[in-house]
């Protein structure tokens, strides 16, 4: 199991039902399909989801973030500065070539 801390606001509580949400109404507009068909063929009825996303979406920005926690970002090394090259580059004894 994850030791994470979930944030508790109710704008992530929202956003958080969002899926599960999707999920059932994808299954009730099955199911009206099944039973009722015609009207009610789910090439008529798919905008429906894009309603539920939409205000669930709105309900979550509207909402309070009282009490939110930022997620942690993942540990990354320290950025170490690119090499500054030598002032003047080694001598070749060979002549440079294609000249």
Do not use: D, K
């Not at 669930?56 to 920005?61: N, P, W």
């Not at 009490?67 to 170490?80: D, F, L, Q």
């Amino acid at each position: 199991m994850s030791n994470r801390v979930g944030c508790r606001c109710q704008s992530c509580t929202i956003r958080g039902l969002t899926g599960p949400a999707v999920v059932i109404t994808i299954g009730i507009l099955f199911l009206l399909h099944q039973v009722h068909g015609g009207h009610f063929y789910f090439g008529n009825t798919w905008p429906v989801i894009l309603v539920v996303m939409g205000i669930l979406l709105l309900a979550s920005s509207m909402a309070s973030r009282e009490g939110h926690i930022e997620p942690p970002t993942s540990a990354s090394p320290p950025r170490v500065p690119p090499a500054v090259p030598p002032a003047n580059p080694p001598q070749t004894p060979y002549a440079p070539q294609g000249q």
